[in-house]
């Protein structure tokens, strides 16, 4: 590889390196205030407007000038009557006061790996820490109508427990001759549906607008977090669109659609509202205050004649982004399965899932599936990777010559060059042949990555000794095995140490520039790329340990077969 090369490929490496290591270890700060709901009303033909906004919660209203205080998600769940859920997936409740679905646990998935810990709790009601919630309801231009709202008590008739084989009831009757109607079902994983219905018998015809709102607290850290998207995202009619917590203003930006989803999306977890093809449904998106975000939409206004119904359905996910299951629900909703972040190299990060827990399955350890994944890998690598390990082996056996050569033309570049040039046809070596495994793993690393930071599957999946989440750094690390405090930079894991000494003795084999600065700098990456994995998924790191130690046995052959010292 010449050095023109060399010094571009560095420094697009090292730019990569800095970009994601600032994004992802020094998060910008924002403080977290109490939570707000609001839910844009418009007018009554549904198309959304921003100069008047309709308070959905107003008791959730509270501005705090300091730091916030939360309320105890225990003592909330008590205030209120609730109606139970529950299927293998998820356990909960619904609050009937509002019909809001504010108390959602994972019943498959743990907070910590600690014994004790509990489920992870996607949904939580308002003013509690991470505060998620969801609800569904009704707008109308004719103020004189009492619609249901946040502070109305639903009744629940016929089934008292939200199962996959019962299904419930929600009513409440507006005192006007209206009845709302909520009929809420559940599959065996996360999909609700809702069919909401009004009943007129009020003796003359009205108009309403069926609404939702998905409202979330989110945490600095996590907003400007950016190794995965979290935010926004949907597949509004037909196309993706992803909206990052960071970039969102308190002007909402908003979408219509007919068909689709949209969801309010988190590394592993997601809340969704999901449209049947031909609804019709306007879309917003916005930041009500620092920390807090909503997702509301609003369908085409229904026009009920006294005496007779009208009903409008949707859907709502609450749960775990499982692929495999994402996977099964888009032959239904389509695209679906992008709700996970499979980034730019979906095409290979969305095979390499599947390659690993078709791995896992036959292993039943996904650390075992990691490394024998990375030597299928290099297995396949190996042709282009011994054409480039040959070529290599050349430049390193006529280094001296080029060490002579510029000693020779040391005032004379051009000169250099032109011989340097024919040295290299004489030896038939091609000083660029070297970036073409550079070129193939750099997509690799990508798609690997992602998928260890993207994949339920791999979370607190277990390794052997102290490795106990492969999703997680190296929980091993200097200030834990030596009890000497170090800089959170600085305080490296033993794989991560393990991963920089191969990538030392891998660049010890490489032929070295010829260029004084050239050459150190190559010398200190090795001390770089160590500092930059302490903070990645362990398994990303053992995945690339085996991969330098099989490259290097596989130049060391190569090298002493064309009689390299």
């Given at each position: 590889?010449?050095?023109?090369?060399?010094?571009?490929?560095?420094?697009?490496?090292?730019?990569?390196?800095?970009?994601?290591?600032?994004?992802?270890?020094?998060?910008?700060?924002?403080?977290?205030?109490?939570?707000?709901?609001?839910?844009?009303?418009?007018s009554a033909d549904g198309k959304i407007t921003t100069e008047e906004i309709a308070q959905v919660e107003k008791?959730?209203?509270?501005n705090i000038a300091a730091e916030p205080v939360y309320e105890n998600v225990e003592e909330v769940l008590q205030?209120?009557?609730?109606?139970?859920?529950?299927?293998?997936?998820?356990?909960?409740?619904?609050?009937?006061?509002?019909?809001?679905?504010?108390?959602?646990?994972?019943?498959?998935?743990?907070?910590?790996?600690?014994?004790?810990?509990?489920?992870?709790?996607?949904?939580?009601?308002?003013?509690?820490?991470?505060?998620?919630?969801?609800?569904?309801?009704?707008?109308?231009?004719?103020?004189?109508?009492?619609?249901?709202?946040?502070?109305?008590?639903?009744?629940?008739?016929?089934?008292?427990?939200?199962?996959?084989?019962?299904?419930?009831?929600?009513?409440?009757?507006?005192?006007?001759?209206?009845?709302?109607?909520?009929?809420?079902?559940?599959?065996?994983?996360?999909?609700?549906?809702?069919?909401?219905?009004?009943?007129?018998?009020?003796?003359?015809?009205?108009?309403?607008?069926?609404?939702?709102?998905?409202?979330?607290?989110?945490?600095?850290?996590?907003?400007?977090?950016?190794?995965?998207?979290?935010?926004?995202?949907?597949?509004?009619?037909?196309?993706?669109?992803?909206?990052?917590?960071?970039?969102?203003?308190?002007?909402?930006?908003?979408?219509?659609?007919?068909?689709?989803?949209?969801?309010?999306?988190?590394?592993?977890?997601?809340?969704?509202?999901?449209?049947?093809?031909?609804?019709?449904?306007?879309?917003?998106?916005?930041?009500?205050?620092?920390?807090?975000?909503?997702?509301?939409?609003?369908?085409?206004?229904?026009?009920?004649?006294?005496?007779?119904?009208?009903?409008?359905?949707?859907?709502?996910?609450?749960?775990?982004?499982?692929?495999?299951?994402?996977?099964?629900?888009?032959?239904?909703?389509?695209?679906?399965?992008?709700?996970?972040?499979?980034?730019?190299?979906?095409?290979?990060?969305?095979?390499?899932?599947?390659?690993?827990?078709?791995?896992?399955?036959?292993?039943?350890?996904?650390?075992?599936?990691?490394?024998?994944?990375?030597?299928?890998?290099?297995?396949?690598?190996?042709?282009?990777?011994?054409?480039?390990?040959?070529?290599?082996?050349?430049?390193?056996?006529?280094?001296?010559?080029?060490?002579?050569?510029?000693?020779?033309?040391?005032?004379?570049?051009?000169?250099?060059?032109?011989?340097?040039?024919?040295?290299?046809?004489?030896?038939?070596?091609?000083?660029?042949?070297?970036?073409?495994?550079?070129?193939?793993?750099?997509?690799?690393?990508?798609?690997?990555?992602?998928?260890?930071?993207?994949?339920?599957?791999?979370?607190?999946?277990?390794?052997?000794?102290?490795?106990?989440?492969?999703?997680?750094?190296?929980?091993?690390?200097?200030?834990?095995?030596?009890?000497?405090?170090?800089?959170?930079?600085?305080?490296?894991?033993?794989?991560?140490?393990?991963?920089?000494?191969?990538?030392l003795l891998q660049t010890k084999l490489n032929p070295q520039p010829a260029n004084k600065d050239q050459a150190?700098?190559?010398?200190?990456?090795?001390?770089?790329?160590?500092?930059?994995?302490?903070?990645?998924?362990?398994?990303?790191?053992?995945?690339?340990?085996?991969?330098?130690?099989?490259?290097?046995?596989?130049?060391?052959?190569?090298?002493?077969?064309?009689?390299?010292?």
């Amino acid at each position: 590889m010449s050095e023109d090369l060399r010094s571009f490929y560095t420094a697009v490496i090292l730019s990569v390196l800095v970009v994601v290591g600032v994004n992802y270890f020094f998060p910008r700060q924002q403080p977290v205030e109490q939570q707000e709901v609001t839910v844009i009303k418009g007018s009554a033909d549904g198309k959304i407007t921003t100069e008047e906004i309709a308070q959905v919660e107003k008791s959730d209203e509270q501005n705090i000038a300091a730091e916030p205080v939360y309320e105890n998600v225990e003592e909330v769940l008590q205030k209120d009557a609730r109606l139970p859920v529950e299927n293998n997936a998820i356990s909960g409740s619904i609050r009937l006061k509002g019909a809001r679905f504010d108390n959602i646990l994972l019943s498959k998935y743990k907070q910590t790996l600690d014994a004790d810990s509990g489920d992870v709790e996607l949904m939580a009601p308002a003013k509690t820490k991470n505060a998620f919630f969801g609800e569904y309801g009704w707008l109308s231009a004719d103020k004189n109508i009492n619609l249901p709202n946040a502070d109305t008590v639903w009744t629940v008739v016929g089934n008292q427990r939200l199962t996959p084989e019962t299904p419930v009831t929600l009513e409440w009757e507006n005192g006007q001759g209206i009845k709302f109607i909520n009929v809420i079902s559940l599959d065996k994983n996360y999909l609700f549906t809702i069919k909401q219905t009004v009943e007129n018998n009020s003796g003359m015809e009205i108009s309403l607008i069926p609404y939702g709102l998905l409202s979330k607290t989110i945490p600095a850290d996590q907003i400007t977090r950016s190794v995965v998207h979290e935010g926004f995202s949907g597949v509004l009619d037909g196309k993706l669109q992803e909206i990052k917590f960071a970039s969102l203003k308190e002007e909402p930006k908003t979408y219509e659609t007919t068909g689709g989803w949209v969801s309010i999306t988190e590394k592993y977890w997601f809340g969704s509202f999901i449209f049947n093809d031909s609804y019709q449904a306007n879309i917003s998106v916005r930041k009500i205050k620092d920390g807090v975000f909503q997702l509301d939409y609003k369908g085409l206004p229904l026009k009920v004649q006294s005496g007779s119904s009208a009903s409008v359905s949707t859907r709502l996910y609450a749960g775990a982004k499982e692929i495999k299951l994402l996977d099964k629900y888009a032959e239904d909703i389509k695209k679906f399965d992008l709700n996970v972040d499979f980034g730019w190299y979906y095409f290979l990060t969305k095979p390499f899932f599947y390659a690993l827990d078709f791995l896992y399955g036959f292993l039943g350890n996904m650390g075992w599936a990691i490394l024998l994944f990375a030597a299928i890998l290099r297995l396949l690598m190996f042709p282009v990777a011994n054409k480039s390990y040959e070529n290599m082996s050349k430049m390193k056996k006529i280094q001296p010559k080029i060490m002579a050569l510029q000693a020779m033309y040391k005032d004379d570049k051009m000169a250099l060059q032109r011989a340097t040039m024919e040295l290299y046809k004489r030896e038939k070596v091609n000083p660029a042949s070297g970036c073409l495994p550079m070129f193939i793993q750099i997509p690799i690393f990508f798609s690997l990555y992602k998928v260890l930071n993207i994949a339920i599957e791999i979370r607190q999946a277990p390794f052997i000794g102290w490795v106990k989440d492969l999703s997680a750094p190296d929980p091993l690390t200097i200030s834990v095995w030596s009890h000497i405090p170090m800089p959170s930079m600085l305080d490296i894991g033993v794989w991560p140490l393990i991963y920089g000494l191969t990538m030392l003795l891998q660049t010890k084999l490489n032929p070295q520039p010829a260029n004084k600065d050239q050459a150190r700098m190559f010398m200190l990456m090795p001390i770089v790329f160590t500092i930059m994995f302490a903070h990645f998924a362990v398994g990303l790191v053992i995945y690339w340990i085996l991969n330098n130690i099989l490259s290097l046995i596989q130049q060391k052959v190569i090298m002493h077969k064309n009689g390299v010292k």
